[in-house]
Structures are given as structure tokens and as C-alpha cells.
């Protein structure tokens, strides 16, 4: 009698959502595909019966990933939101006839930042859940309903607003973006002895967040000892003490274009589990990987390994690379140059392929300036013009040459700021090019505001989007 109730608890699932009975997968599997925004106090139904597998792009937030889920969006009110299938009897609550587990993001699908995780909530019967974030009045978030230990079925969605505004220092901060991730080249290297691995980042933001991916084969674990040194001098203990007689910290490297090392350290994850050696993401122990948001990406970062017992065991650290977050901010004419910060790998591929920081300024602009220019400004390079703001020699032309020096300056700033995946530049590099030229192209048929006039704008575009970039 029991199964036959059961199964009829099924099938009328299936009459509800015929998805799940022809075995097509539900419209919104996908991150990308992800159904909404939902309303605050609506109430959704879904099934997980036919969805398929979802790492990646979702990775253990809060709770690990265990089942294919289903994704759906809601835009943050400012208040503490809440995703909820649980089980406690009040409809407006959400229901699950399976083991639930609810993820919320926000970013990207392709790189997505983690904001909270739950399983099992206290007074949700039938292990359902409901979990509650506090949300940025605005920001987009991604709800993944996924189950226990592959657990699928099917679930309305609740969401629910409790009206109170949130401290904004609790938020998350979504509007980062991943600027890109960096692989060393400087391995495998094979320890005991200690020993150490560079990365040279030669172009990146200020630092919002970072997370660490890597590949280590070693045969007792729990011997590995890992740390990392910043291009700005901080250092933070990762791994130690961890994983006891396991092997291996990771499964593989990736081809490190479009895969990368499975193993990823990140703060806020899960911690590292008592087998390192599979993929996943989890919490550095003992230390934390804040220690370096705030510091330029770029320089030498050193990845430093240690074996507590080195005449019992070998490993080798096979490779390893850096996710660079950072807020999407821009940087000043200053910012740029400082410590070598201008270099050809900036220019590859933008503003055009094959501009090299060395080249003459009017290269950069593709145009060619008044010859009356002070050969100090005519022949200096797309770098240097950066470097200095007051150019030797620049007196004359009533005003005009300073002025024009400047204009360039700026405006090498704003075209390199224009090409930074991670900044919204109001003008787009033709913009800058064009203005530029038809300022300084025949100075005869301008006047000196004109000049002033678009390196001021240039001025104002480059240093309301370098707050976070300013550097020492």
C-alpha cells in the first residue's frame, strides 16, 4: 500500500511537470539559463529529476555541490532575503518532496562569486532548507536548488523579503569580476627541499580577491606545508596540517587555457577535507587569502612548499595559478608607468596588436602631430609620456605644448584604462584617438581651452575610476 501511495505521489509530480516525465531537461539546467528575476513572495515550481550536473560553473559555497540543480535569479532589495523549498507546514515557505540544498552567487556564470550555502534547516522537515543572505539593493543574485548526495525531485521556491535594511558592511561585494588567472611556468618543483615556484603577473588590478588553484602530488598529505608571498611583501599560511595519510592535493592541472588546476583555495569555502586529493573548492588552513585584497597584482608572486618529515616522503608541486578579482576600477596616468607597470604584454591585442610600449607617442594615437611640437613631446614613447606630466622643453606656443604634453598623458591613460577588461570607460579608444588628433593634429586652428578642455574630461574619467588602483 505504502508504495503504491508513492507512487502516486510520483506521477502526480509528473502530470505537474511534464519535463520530468518526457526526461527533458528543465529550461533553466543551465547557469546561463537561469529563470527570473523572481518576484519577493513568490512561490516557484521546479523539479532537478532530468537536470544534469552543474560543476562547473558552481563550485561548494556554503555547502557542497552534490546533485544537478536548477538556477534562478532575484534582484537584492537592500534587506535580508530568503530562498526557501522548506518543509514546515506554511505554504507561502516552499515545499520539497527531496533532500534540498540551496547555493546563492552573484557575478558572472563563468566566474561566479559565492555568497551563502545551506543544507539541512532547523524546522524544515525532510531535510528541506532555507537559507537567508543579506542583499545589495540592486545586485543580481543566482539561486542553484540542487540535493543531498545526488539526491533530485521535485520543489516550489520561496522567496521571501523581511523588509529591514542590512548593514552594508554584511553584503557581499558583487560587483567584483574575475580580471583574469594567471598560471606559473616556473614548475613542477619537486620537495623535500623546501622549495618555491614563481608568477609574474606584468599587468593587473588592485586586488579585491584572489583565489588560489593547484595541483600537488605527494604521498602523506598531512606533511605539506604551503604559503604564499605577494609582489607587496604579505604572506599567508594555506595549507598545513591537512589531508593526515592522503595523497595528492587536487586530481589535475588542466590545459590552463580553458581548464584550470582543480584544487582551489578560497575564502568563505568549505574546509579542506580529510582527502585533499580530489577537486574542489575549500578554505586555506590556517591562514586566509584577505591578506593580500587591497595589493597590486602585479610583480612576483612566490608559492612556497615544505615537507614536515622530508626523509619519509616526496611531492611535487605540479602547477598552480591565481584568480585576480578586483572591483572593475581604473588607474591614473601615474599608476600605470610606476614600477614598470607599462609593458608590451599590456599592449597585446589592445589598443592594436602591434603596439609596444616603446613606440612613439603619435603611434599610439595612430595620427600624426603638429610638427611645431617640442621634439620632447614628438619623440616620446607611448611609456614615457605617462611618466612625466611637466616634459622638459614643453614652454611655448602660448601654453599650448604644456598643455598638449598633459592631453597625452591623459589620454595614454584613458586608452590603457579602455583596453582594462575590468574597467566601463565612458569613451572607447576610437573616442580618445579621434579628439586627441583633432586637437593636436594643427594647433594653429585650436585654442588652448579646447586643449584644456578634453585632457580636464580625460582627467576627470581616469581618476573617478582609479580609487581602488592608486597604489603606493
Known amino acids: 500500500m505504502k508504495k503504491l501511495f508513492a507512487l502516486v505521489i510520483v506521477l502526480s509530480f509528473l502530470v505537474i511537470i511534464p ?214 611583501g604579505s604572506n599567508s599560511f594555506l595549507i598545513n596540517d591537512v589531508g593526515g595519510s592522503s595523497s595528492n592535493f587536487g586530481t589535475g592541472c588542466g590545459d590552463q587555457v580553458a581548464t584550470f588546476p582543480d584544487f582551489v583555495l578560497m575564502d568563505g569555502a568549505p574546509p579542506i577535507p580529510a582527502n585533499p586529493g580530489v577537486a574542489g573548492t575549500f578554505s586555506p588552513t590556517p591562514g586566509n587569502l584577505a591578506t593580500f585584497n587591497g595589493e597590486s597584482s602585479i610583480g612576483t608572486w612566490t608559492l612556497n612548499l615544505d615537507d614536515d618529515f622530508p626523509s619519509e616522503d616526496d611531492g611535487t608541486l605540479e602547477c598552480w595559478c591565481l584568480d585576480i578579482f578586483s572591483t572593475g576600477e581604473g588607474c591614473s596616468p601615474g599608476f600605470w608607468p610606476r614600477q614598470g607597470r607599462v609593458n608590451s604584454g599590456l599592449f597585446l591585442g589592445c589598443p592594436d596588436s602591434t603596439l609596444d610600449p616603446n613606440d612613439l607617442v603619435e603611434t599610439c594615437f595612430a595620427c600624426n602631430l603638429d610638427d611645431s611640437l617640442p621634439s620632447t613631446i614628438e619623440f616620446s614613447s607611448c611609456e614615457n609620456i605617462m611618466k612625466q606630466a611637466n616634459l622638459a622643453n614643453t614652454k611655448g606656443g602660448g601654453g599650448k605644448f604644456s598643455a598638449a604634453a598633459k592631453l597625452l598623458r591623459q589620454g595614454m591613460a584613458g586608452i590603457l584604462n579602455d583596453c582594462n577588461p575590468c574597467v566601463d570607460y565612458p569613451l572607447t579608444i576610437a573616442d580618445i584617438r579621434t579628439e586627441v588628433c583633432a586637437l593636436l593634429d594643427d594647433l594653429s586652428v585650436v585654442t588652448l581651452a579646447d586643449i584644456e578642455a578634453f585632457k580636464d574630461e580625460l582627467a576627470a574619467n581616469n581618476s573617478q575610476s582609479c580609487t581602488a588602483c592608486a597604489g603606493p
Open 19 to 232: 519535463g520530468a516525465w518526457a526526461g527533458i531537461a528543465p529550461t533553466n539546467d543551465a547557469c546561463g539559463n537561469a529563470t527570473g528575476p523572481l518576484a519577493v513572495n513568490s512561490l516557484t515550481s521546479g523539479q532537478t529529476i532530468t537536470a544534469t550536473s552543474d560543476v562547473p560553473p558552481a563550485f561548494d559555497c556554503g555547502t557542497s555541490i552534490d546533485a544537478p540543480g536548477v538556477w534562478y535569479t532575484v534582484v537584492g532589495t537592500g534587506n535580508t532575503m530568503t530562498a526557501s523549498t522548506c518543509n514546515n507546514g506554511i505554504a507561502s515557505d516552499g515545499s520539497a518532496d527531496y533532500d534540498t540544498k540551496i547555493n546563492i552567487y552573484c557575478g558572472d556564470c563563468a566566474a561566479l562569486t559565492c555568497v551563502a550555502g545551506e543544507d539541512d534547516s532547523a524546522g524544515c522537515s525532510g531535510f528541506s532548507t532555507r537559507l537567508s543572505w543579506p542583499t545589495e539593493a540592486g545586485a543580481t543574485y543566482l539561486i542553484l536548488v540542487q540535493g543531498f548526495g545526488g539526491a533530485t525531485g521535485n520543489f516550489d521556491l520561496a522567496i521571501l523579503d523581511d523588509g529591514t535594511p542590512v548593514d552594508p558592511a554584511t553584503v557581499v561585494d558583487c560587483e567584483e569580476v574575475l580580471f583574469d588567472t594567471f598560471c606559473s611556468t616556473d614548475v613542477p618543483v619537486n620537495f623535500p627541499p623546501a622549495g618555491s615556484s614563481d608568477l609574474i603577473i606584468g599587468f593587473g588590478p588592485t586586488i579585491t580577491d584572489v583565489k588560489l588553484r593547484l595541483f600537488i602530488t605527494h604521498t602523506f598529505d598531512g606533511d605539506v606545508e604551503v604559503d604564499l608571498d605577494s609582489p607587496d
